[in-house]
């Protein structure tokens, strides 16, 4: 009997964390675009793509409400800027729960409370500390008012990691480990709830493209492999490492067995002449065997766990045109803003690749070798780039001496050509050091010289 009792207890334990949590595959519902669908037809979208859960990053009570009484399960967001005023008072999380969730619950699933996002990423440093407390004080809340199917995390991004490689080497940033990232693993481990983490491949990949594999961040390399020379695992794509090297970092720190949940993950199906793979060929192939991999069943987890669940969310429903940063930002969507898909796509892994059309051959998988020009996007608000006029040439060396009255490229009166000038003069300093061509949404990048 003492022998069997141990067992029988470990077999229950499997079977209700197996029930608890499966690899159904969901989907980010960003809202960073002036021309997207409504809240409703939006969920019915959702449904067609048979994404089983969404992630919203606010409680936006339209999208609660056109939620209700669907299977699809729900994961709403703290807004960053509530953090200070939740990990300061209970009242204040208290009645925050209370309007954003307990009026929607049980209608709509509401199943994961997100609080902030990618705040450890963030320069704002002094909100940092206040997030663990943050997380308490959500958690009590909702112990308060008997939500106790609704677990509480935040999302990460990669480089919460100061070295991710390779993968057994994976270490938190000294700046969060001890005072963040401690007390945060633990809150995670005691309320059994998930390290969210947002997984980006492509990144990488695009910085370092000479070294890495296309194919092996795509999860498409035949041949392929890594091992880590610190474990002896093998990996068959970039994904893995990502992961595992996060796996890592907390075991460093004494969690070896939180369980990972992909908060984000995709591939650009665009990006701007400057950047490179960011196609419609690759996003579909990424997201197609991303989608793969998290609903096979039995499930496959990673190297470094082998047969783990890994719930995911996809990022994103649309292509979104109002994201801030270079042209992949804006590019994510597995649907255009008008609701047609960009590329075929099935969250339930269930389509064979066979019943797919072919995909349009992808054209920008090398660098463009030609020389690219910073101009004014076309209908951009000029008192705005006037603005940015002034502060690209108080930038840098030299960078608006050209455009100065009396001189070689002086065009009277045609604030669309000097700013592109001095945009294209800016750029072409800071890129190297990581500058980009956008001037809050202002600048493209563009293959057409602008003194043309
Ligand atoms: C949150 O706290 C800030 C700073 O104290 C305050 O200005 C703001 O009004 C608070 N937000 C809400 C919704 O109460
Ligand atoms: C708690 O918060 C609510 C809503 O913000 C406010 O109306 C109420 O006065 C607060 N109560 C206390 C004791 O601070
Ligand atoms: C936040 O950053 C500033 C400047 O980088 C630094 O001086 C300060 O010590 C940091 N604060 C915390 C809490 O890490
Ligand atoms: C392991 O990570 C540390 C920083 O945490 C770094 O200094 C070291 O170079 C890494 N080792 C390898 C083999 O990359
Ligand atoms: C994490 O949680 C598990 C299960 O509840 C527990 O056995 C373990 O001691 C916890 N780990 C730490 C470091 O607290
Ligand atoms: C992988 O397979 C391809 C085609 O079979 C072959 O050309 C290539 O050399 C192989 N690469 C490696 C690293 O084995
Ligand atoms: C939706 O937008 C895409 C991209 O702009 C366009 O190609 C497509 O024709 C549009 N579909 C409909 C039904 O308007
Ligand atoms: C244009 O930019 C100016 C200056 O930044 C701003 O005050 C104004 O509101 C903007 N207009 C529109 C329509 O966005
Ligand atoms: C400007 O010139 C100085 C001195 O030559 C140099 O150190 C600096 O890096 C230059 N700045 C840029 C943006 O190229």
Not at 255 to 260: A, G, K, S, V
Not at 263 to 275: K, R, S, V
Not at 300 to 324: C, D, H, M
Not at 382 to 404: E, F, R
Request: aromatic share 12%; net charge positive.
């Amino acid at each position: 009997m003492g022998h069997v009792f141990p067992i029988f207890i470990l077999s229950i334990l499997l079977s209700t964390a197996g029930a608890e949590i499966s690899g159904k595959v969901g989907v980010n519902y960003g809202q960073l675009g002036n021309n997207l669908r409504s809240p409703s037809r939006s969920v019915e979208l959702i449904k067609s793509l048979k994404a089983k859960r969404v992630k919203i990053y606010d409680a936006n009570p339209k999208i609660l409400n056109a939620l209700k009484n669907t299977d699809i399960q729900v994961s709403i967001m703290l807004p960053n800027e509530l953090i200070v005023n939740v990990s300061s008072s209970q009242n204040f999380s208290d009645s925050w729960v209370k309007t954003n969730v307990v009026p929607f619950y049980k209608e709509t699933k509401i199943r994961y409370l997100l609080v902030g996002n990618e705040i450890l990423s963030s320069s704002d440093n002094a909100t940092r500390i206040n997030l663990v407390p943050a997380m308490r004080r959500m958690k009590w809340s909702l112990k308060t008012h008997e939500l106790h199917k609704i677990k509480v995390g935040t999302p990460s991004a990669m480089d919460v990691l100061e070295s991710s490689f390779p993968p057994s080497n994976g270490t938190f940033r000294s700046d969060i480990s001890g005072p963040i990232m401690k007390p945060m693993l633990r809150f995670l481990n005691r309320t059994k709830s998930f390290f969210f983490l947002d997984v980006y491949p492509y990144f990488p990949w695009a910085q370092d493209p000479k070294n890495i594999d296309l194919d092996y961040a795509l999860f498409a390399a035949k041949n392929r492999t890594y091992s880590d020379p610190g474990t002896g695992l093998t990996y068959t794509n970039l994904f893995d490492q990502m992961v595992d090297a996060v796996i890592f970092a907390m075991k460093r720190l004494g969690y070896p067995n939180i369980r990972i949940w992909i908060a984000e993950t995709g591939w650009p199906n665009g990006c701007d002449i400057d950047q490179i793979g960011g196609n419609i060929y690759n996003a579909a192939t990424y997201n197609r065997n991303a989608i793969k991999k998290f609903t096979s069943d039995p499930a496959v987890g990673t190297p470094a766990r082998p047969g783990w669940v890994l719930p995911s969310f996809i990022f994103s429903l649309y292509n979104e045109n109002q994201k801030p940063g270079p042209g992949t930002e804006r590019h994510f969507g597995l649907l255009y803003p008008n609701g047609s898909n960009v590329y075929q796509i099935d969250l339930s892994g269930k389509t064979p690749e066979s019943e797919y059309e072919p995909l349009p051959a992808p054209t920008n998988n090398e660098p463009y070798k030609g020389k690219i020009w910073c101009v004014v996007k076309k209908n951009a608000n000029m008192s705005a780039v006037s603005g940015a006029l002034s502060y690209a040439c108080s930038q840098g060396n030299k960078t608006c001496d050209a455009i100065q009255p009396g001189k070689a490229c002086y065009k009277a009166k045609s604030l669309f050509r000097l700013a592109s000038y001095a945009f294209s003069s800016y750029w072409a300093q800071f890129k190297k050091s990581g500058g980009s061509c956008d001037f809050n949404g202002l600048a493209t990048p563009t293959p057409k010289d602008p003194s043309k």
